[in-house]
């Protein structure tokens, strides 16, 4: 990253985010220190993070490359690395260095933490849609996948048609758990859902024989195969999107302050090139397991980005 250029945008956003209408003179006082604001000056998030000093991240286990735990057991992945990037501008904004309190979440468990407070953001591959949208915040688009079906290779399931009375599993709490029961009850195909509790469990199931399919986003179907290469076994995703999932970072609704400092973050990462090369770093480069997931960005992705360096909004 060009650091000086960054950091020198990011606190312009940053200060906008918090003085909002202050008059063009007073951008010449110098900033003040954390002991010049006063206790109303800010609210929600960066007022909870002013007053503790941390900022409480919600990580996935199992959510390759988004977000999942390394060898040691720390959380990293593509949404993790967005995710510091945007601490540090929170704490830009506030002017106080904050500590990262790391929270596991599942797919059931992460829009209920968001939303009652007991984590700031969510970063891992969760889905934007309008049904989210009812109780929480997203940031700008940072990837956008689709719901596909992964199976041993051989296996005759070659589209979602073959999965009449076949065992799918799928994770609980997901938009993937929707689109199949949709899609059964639509075609009458008479599934065999077995709903599992986080993605390493569904791949499993198929792994073990335990189920014929997995159903979940084709890049974590793509990611799990690519994490789980050394242990034997051939696995292939097959068949057509069977729904359109564009993934954002969570954080709570009605945060104004905090809402204005995510989307001046992403406009400035995506100026700068960071996004783009936290893409090619986690989709085109080996991961820590040694495999590469080899996944160029897609043409919507590229222009999802161009927009979002320009200012608007997805």
């Not at 990837?143 to 073959?162: C, E, N, Y």
């Not at 399919?213 to 290469?229: H, K, M, Q, S, W």
């Amino acid at each position: 990253m060009k650091t000086q250029r960054f950091w020198a945008a990011l606190a312009m956003a940053s200060l906008v985010a918090i003085a909002g209408g202050a008059r063009a003179e007073d951008t010449r006082t110098p900033a003040p220190d954390n002991d010049a604001y006063a206790p109303a000056t800010l609210t929600g998030t960066l007022a909870k993070a002013r007053d503790t000093g941390t900022i409480a991240i919600g990580y996935r286990d199992a959510s390759v490359p988004f977000s999942y735990l390394d060898a040691r057991g720390q959380p990293i992945g593509y949404s993790i690395e967005l995710c510091k990037a945007l601490v540090a501008a929170i704490g830009n904004a506030i002017h106080k260095t904050l500590n990262i309190q790391w929270v596991p979440v599942t797919p059931e468990t992460r829009i209920d933490a968001v939303a009652d407070g007991r984590i700031d953001l969510e970063c891992g591959s969760t889905t934007s849609n309008l049904e989210r949208q009812k109780r929480v915040a997203f940031s700008p688009i940072i990837f956008v996948a689709g719901t596909k079906v992964m199976v041993k290779k051989g296996s005759p399931i070659r589209s979602f048609r073959d999965l009449a009375g076949k065992r799918v599993a799928v994770t609980a709490g997901t938009t993937n758990e929707k689109a199949l029961r949709d899609i059964d009850r639509k075609f009458g195909l008479g599934i065999v859902l077995q709903v599992v509790p986080d993605h390493a469990e569904g791949f499993a199931r198929v792994a073990n024989g335990q189920a014929d399919a997995f159903a979940t986003d084709d890049v974590l179907l793509y990611g799990l195969i690519a994490e789980n290469a050394a242990k034997g076994g051939a696995y292939q995703v097959i068949g057509d999107y069977l729904s359109y999932d564009p993934y954002g970072i969570m954080f709570r609704k009605n945060d104004p302050q905090l809402a204005q400092v995510v989307r001046d973050t992403f406009q400035t990462l995506a100026a700068d090139g960071e996004i783009e090369r936290q893409y090619k770093r986690w989709f085109l480069q080996r991961l820590p397991s040694g495999k590469s997931l080899d996944m160029p960005m897609s043409a919507q992705l590229e222009s999802i980005i161009q927009t979002m360096a320009g200012g608007e909004s997805q």
